[in-house]
């Protein structure tokens, strides 16, 4: 099994930068990709950007160019640097892992708001 804690969500206006984390525990050697999703209220979950263990990196269109995906490989923490936020933004971002690259997620955080308004 595996864990995984979000956390650096809040509220931003506009332009700002935001940086998630996320932390993960137990069995991180059967991960073989690490990524974050996002979901506003009444849409559908939306990959944002993920990493596999050779850090090779995808993102989604409306966010290239803004957010960064990147872990740290001493302790295993995932972020996504969040820069030039727009209110479109606005959504709970989940942090989510699997065991195949080209399978579905298996493993999910509990998920960090962020608010994007003036």
């Known amino acids: 099994q595996v864990q995984l804690v979000e956390s650096g969500g809040g509220l931003v206006q506009p332009g700002a930068s935001l940086r998630l984390s996320c932390a993960p525990s137990?069995?991180?050697?059967?991960?073989?990709?690490m990524g974050w999703y996002r979901q506003a209220p009444g849409q559908q979950r939306e990959l944002v950007a993920e990493?596999?263990?050779?850090?090779?990196?995808h993102y989604a269109d409306s966010v290239k160019g803004r957010f960064t995906i990147y872990r740290d490989s001493a302790n295993n923490t995932l972020y996504l640097q969040m820069n030039n936020l727009k209110p479109e933004d606005t959504a709970v971002y989940y942090c989510?892992?699997?065991?195949?690259?080209?399978?579905?997620?298996?493993?999910w955080g509990q998920g960090t708001q962020v608010t994007v308004s003036s």
């Open positions: 990493m596999t263990s050779r850090g090779s990196t």
């Open positions: 137990g069995s991180l050697f059967s991960i073989t990709t």
């Open positions: 989510a892992a699997k065991r195949t690259v080209l399978g579905d997620y298996d493993y």
